[in-house]
């Protein structure tokens, strides 16, 4: 390992990786050659592969995921939802959860978590749901799968929609299926930190024809256009379809809702087409090394602990999270400040967005609304399990905490 220079020892366990491979690299070289780079039919393509990877008929490519959620569920108002009905949404989650629901128009009604899946609490999401509730927005955090079977149930007996935010969830299984098919529409981020990357991006997947044509029509600012393949953005522009709609109108300028400006790009789409060729040997990479920290971590009870998969269920390996116990004799701060210095990059398990985002005071919770979203605000890390760790920096990272406890416990 590197030697330490000014008492810092430089970065060993990165936290994230980007591998952009030469299909990507040609793909990016022909469409900057063909001059048209906003969404076409790179994009389509992907949308194609992505669904057939998830098992999903329908996926829309939009440009993030915190879009993907926010789309997702402004495809409601065409069925009768209304601006400031309540998305139920877990109180722990990266904040780009409750902004969506803010984003599209919604109320954020937040529900505590379990501490031993760090995922929505299900027996604490009827006591949440009113008049107003229009949807279930559960996160599989980490890449551990929601309670789907309890929130199905729980939608299906107050006729909610299921939205997943599966942005941290590529690869993730639920009883034999993928996470991005476990309930109505699911989003996922193709941010750089992500499985599958386009760099930036999100995706919307769903077996619903007309909510795929819905998020189409967001994508472009709400136009009437919901083509799956609009052949305005390919270079031979005629649509026949174009000066059909209603009183001859030109459908590029019919806007049938309030929309969005979030396309994907063709150089983005040509990123993702390529990483999308590696994905099953980056997913077993991550997986392996998953699998190799969450056996080997469970020396460290009953200090730190992780999450574990449940039965029939795979994370998907986005990243390894340490959850700190009431009965160690330190901090958070005091143990990533240790590995960081250490050349362990740390990143903190998110917190509690009601009560401990200082953006939602406006929401009037109060601290100790989410006890157990707030504990894992004070006291969750994550460290990557990326596809280039090998087994020698995660047995660096495995002996830099145990040198970290033995100086703390005596
Ligand atoms: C749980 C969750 N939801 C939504 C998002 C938003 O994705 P993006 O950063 O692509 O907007 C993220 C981002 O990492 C996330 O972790």
């Known amino acids: 390992m590197a030697e330490?220079?000014?008492?810092?020892?430089?970065?060993?366990?990165?936290?994230?990786?980007?591998?952009?491979?030469?299909?990507?690299?040609?793909?990016?070289?022909?469409?900057?050659?063909?001059?048209?780079?906003?969404?076409?039919?790179y994009v389509r393509e992907f949308e194609k592969r992505f669904a057939e990877l998830v098992g999903a008929k329908e996926a829309v490519a939009l440009s993030s995921g915190t879009d993907a959620d926010a789309l997702a569920l402004a495809v409601l108002y065409d069925f009768g939802a209304h601006r400031g009905d309540e998305v139920i949404v877990p109180a722990l989650s990266f904040v780009a959860t409750g902004n969506a629901v803010l984003q599209a128009g919604f109320t954020s009604v937040f529900v505590d978590i379990e501490r031993n899946t760090l995922n929505i609490d299900p027996?604490?999401?009827?006591?949440?749901?009113?008049?107003?509730?229009?949807?279930?927005?559960?996160?599989?955090?980490?890449?551990?799968?929601?309670?789907?079977?309890?929130?199905?149930?729980?939608?299906?007996?107050?006729?909610?929609?299921?939205?997943?935010?599966?942005?941290?969830?590529?690869?993730?299984?639920?009883?034999?299926?993928?996470?991005?098919?476990?309930?109505?529409?699911?989003?996922?981020?193709?941010?750089?930190?992500?499985?599958?990357?386009?760099?930036e991006g999100g995706i919307v997947t769903t077996?619903?024809?007309?909510?795929?044509?819905?998020?189409?029509?967001?994508?472009?600012?709400?136009?009437?256009?919901?083509?799956?393949?609009?052949?305005?953005?390919?270079?031979?522009?005629?649509?026949?379809?174009?000066?059909?709609?209603?009183?001859?109108?030109?459908?590029?300028?019919?806007?049938?809702?309030?929309?969005?400006?979030?396309?994907?790009?063709?150089?983005?789409?040509a990123i993702g087409l390529g990483n999308l060729s590696d994905y099953h040997s980056i997913l077993a990479r991550r997986r392996k090394n998953l699998g190799y920290l969450t056996d080997k971590f469970k020396r460290f009870a009953p200090y730190l602990l992780t999450i574990e998969a449940g039965a029939k269920e795979k994370i998907g390996p986005h990243a390894f999270p340490v959850i700190i116990q009431e009965c160690a004799p330190f901090t958070r701060e005091d143990m990533t400040a240790y590995l960081e210095k250490n050349g362990v990059e740390t990143r903190t398990l998110f917190s509690s967005m009601p009560t401990q985002c200082p953006g939602y005071k406006f929401l009037g919770?109060?601290?100790?609304?989410?006890?157990?979203?707030?504990?894992?605000?004070?006291?969750?890390?994550?460290?990557?399990?990326?596809q280039d760790l090998k087994q020698r920096e995660l047995d660096y990272f495995l002996k830099s905490v145990a040198d970290f406890l033995s100086d703390k416990i005596r």
Do not use: Q, W
């Open 4 to 41: 330490k220079k000014n008492g810092k020892r430089p970065v060993t366990v990165p936290f994230g990786t980007l591998s952009i491979n030469g299909k990507s690299r040609a793909l990016v070289n022909k469409v900057l050659d063909s001059n048209r780079v906003s969404c076409g039919k």
């Open 123 to 199: 027996l604490k999401i009827e006591a949440a749901i009113t008049n107003k509730t229009r949807a279930l927005m559960p996160v599989h955090l980490i890449g551990k799968p929601a309670a789907m079977d309890a929130i199905n149930r729980i939608a299906k007996r107050h006729k909610l929609i299921v939205i997943e935010d599966a942005a941290e969830a590529h690869g993730a299984e639920y009883k034999g299926r993928n996470a991005g098919t476990l309930g109505d529409m699911a989003a996922f981020s193709l941010y750089v930190a992500h499985i599958i990357t386009s760099i």
């Open 365 to 386: 919770y109060e601290l100790g609304d989410f006890p157990n979203a707030e504990y894992i605000g004070n006291n969750g890390f994550h460290i990557g399990v990326h």
């Open 207 to 269: 077996n619903r024809k007309d909510y795929a044509e819905i998020l189409r029509s967001l994508r472009s600012h709400g136009r009437a256009c919901k083509c799956d393949k609009c052949v305005l953005n390919t270079a031979s522009a005629y649509c026949a379809k174009r000066f059909k709609y209603g009183s001859s109108n030109d459908i590029r300028f019919v806007f049938e809702r309030i929309g969005y400006s979030s396309k994907m790009n063709e150089l983005e789409a």
